[in-house]
């Protein structure tokens, strides 16, 4: 067994323990009331506000956890747990979310970066390990198509990376402006900063993740070579 399978294991692993400490850190945060008494939806209103920002709309979407702003129809989407809840975790997300739209706001340039991205990603990412797997069966006869497969494996690598940058930048926006308007008590900062901290290490994990895998592929190919 590689070097580099064995590192993905291992990541493989952390990742699920921060998966699970972030649950369970949402979960408690979820629970704790924050004095002001707004909404998800209410902070992330007033976020854009204070921003300057007025063409873009907080709306409801299923799920949990599935909180995210898409700069296409500009709408800061908010999961349904978070839209309505006057959670401290649940003001943290909202913030969160509204700090990518103040990135989109003021051209941040990580953010162009993955937002063009985006297309590329969505096509290699349906075929990717269909390419990589003709590419292991040829890799002796067409050891091209395998580099080919190898090089969607390094777009989806530069877009977790890319989207360290972004993830890590909004949340500071976030919590700099849940302090500097006094939306959060001192004592309810700390909890929002832990919830989007642990939330940031998923990015991490999963950019860490995506640079090992690139990495045992590409010693797949050297192998053979």
Request: hydrophobic share 45%; net charge positive; aromatic share 8%.
């Amino acid at each position: 067994m590689t070097t580099n399978f064995m590192l993905i294991i291992i990541i493989g692993i952390v990742g699920m323990v921060v998966q699970g400490r972030l649950q369970s850190v949402f979960r408690k945060y979820s629970r704790v009331m924050f004095s002001g008494g707004l909404t998800g939806r209410e902070v992330a209103e007033k976020m854009l506000r204070d921003h300057g920002i007025n063409d873009v709309r907080v709306v409801s979407t299923r799920g949990h956890l599935t909180d995210h702003y898409n700069p296409a129809t500009r709408t800061v989407n908010l999961s349904e747990s978070v839209y309505s809840s006057n959670s401290v975790a649940a003001a943290a997300v909202a913030a969160h979310e509204c700090g990518h739209a103040v990135q989109h706001a003021y051209g941040y340039a990580p953010l162009r970066m993955r937002s063009a991205l985006v297309p590329v990603i969505q096509f290699t990412s349906s075929i990717s390990t269909w390419v990589v797997i003709v590419g292991l069966v040829l890799i002796n006869t067409s050891p091209a198509v395998f580099w080919v497969g190898i090089g969607m494996i390094a777009a989806s690598a530069l877009f977790s990376v890319v989207t360290l940058p972004v993830e890590y930048n909004a949340s500071d926006r976030a919590l700099q402006w849940l302090e500097n308007s006094g939306t959060l008590s001192p004592q309810e900062m700390e909890g929002a900063t832990i919830s989007l901290r642990w939330a940031a290490r998923t990015y991490l994990v999963a950019a860490l993740s995506a640079i090992a895998t690139l990495l045992y592929y590409i010693g797949l190919a050297r192998n053979n070579d």
